[in-house]
């Protein structure tokens, strides 16, 4: 069993910054992607970023430059760290963890709020 444990949301002012932790836990096999998601109320679930396990990075367009995910395979954990963050990007941040051959894994998901 796989478990994905997220830490760092919270409540920040438009500019600010918050950085998002992700720790897998339990057996998988054939690490394709981790990676993070996010639903704002009414929308559907977008991808924001990820990052292959070759290292290779995904971002959606309206991050891109604002935000860098990244992984700490020894702890493997996903970090996403935000910057210059706005009140669009308020939503609830899941991480995900995929895999070639033992499926899709979801954590429960960590509020961001962006208000002044």
């Known amino acids: 069993q796989v478990q994905l444990v997220e830490s760092g949301g919270g409540l920040v002012q438009p500019g600010g910054s918050l950085r998002l932790s992700c720790a897998a836990s339990?057996?998988?096999?054939?690490?394709?992607?981790m990676g993070w998601y996010r639903q704002a109320p009414g929308k559907q679930r977008e991808l924001v970023a990820e990052?292959?396990?070759?290292?290779?990075?995904n971002y959606a367009d309206s991050v891109k430059g604002r935000f860098t995910i990244a992984r700490d395979n020894a702890k493997n954990t996903v970090y996403l760290q935000m910057h210059s963050l706005q009140p669009e990007d308020t939503a609830v941040y899941y991480c995900?963890?995929?895999?070639?051959?033992?499926?899709?894994?979801w954590g429960q998901g960590t509020q961001v709020t962006v208000s002044s």
């Open positions: 995900n963890l995929d895999t070639w051959t033992t499926g899709e894994y």
């Open positions: 990052i292959t396990s070759g290292a290779r990075t």
């Open positions: 339990g057996r998988f096999f054939r690490l394709k992607t």
